[in-house]
């Protein structure tokens, strides 16, 4: 698809010099009126969400239904040309595996999930709209060698780099091993969806290549994080295999580096309204590849039972 030449931008980030944060100017929860209550989520789960910026819920899949997954998260890590290929990203300096982008493109199964039902229904109800997939990934952290990833919105790179207008996206996480206290699980910053921190710092070209192993460029500076840490707390939900985090595209979150014996894994997949396409890359650069940022197929997903 063609992406929109010109559009205003009015989430300015990437420059030269600092800009103070403001308040989000589009709704949290897209629904509205009777359309709010017309899914599975129930009028205290929607205020949750819509207050917080994310919902957790514990086994929220059987662990059954991950066995699968499991197993071929294993096959993964001893295929090598899997390793080599674009999408899969490696740990700095290491060949441990750190992240699997464009995961529904390769494995059947997972393509499968991210149009489960139980999913896609939520995620409708909240965005008010058909969605597609903008981006999808697994993200590894071995025992003793997984690395942190920092504190970010995903909205501020989608928006920046990628030409996402609106915050009218949310993320999936599917844990698929056991996140627990000490492996690092996912961070998020209840509240902190409700303002947009602009960044400083020219984008380079091609920076995917450096920010997926290490993020540099994008990142909320520290006088920021700590407003709202002060302000809002910091909650890191956990769970056994199964359970489910959704969080809205500009909640900050970040993990720490898991220090562990115990792996990581974690499942994100990118919902996008068919009403938020992507327009050109804001700070003007090339657009990422596809594996990044879905640029080729915006028809909205139908469930698969």
Known sequence: MEAMQETQDLFPTRLERKLGMFERIDPVVHSQGAQRSDGPLSEAQVDEFEAKGFLSFE???DKEEMD????ELRDYEEDDDLKSSEGTVLEPGKQEIRSIFGIHEVSERFRRLTRDPRLLEMVRQLLGSDVYMHQSRINYKPGFKGKGFDWHSDFETWHSEDGMPRMRSLSCSIILTENGEFNGPLMLIPGSHNVFIPCVGRTPENNYKESLKSQEIGVPDVRSLTELMT??????????SGSLIMFECNTLHGSNTNMSCWPRSNLFFVYNSVENTLHNPYCGNRPRPEFLANRKDWSPLKPIE
Not at 68 to 71: L, T
């Open 68 to 71: 699968a997954f499991i197993q």
């Open 59 to 61: 086994s929220f899949f």
């Open 231 to 240: 302000e809002y707390g910091i909650e890191a939900p956990k769970g056994p």
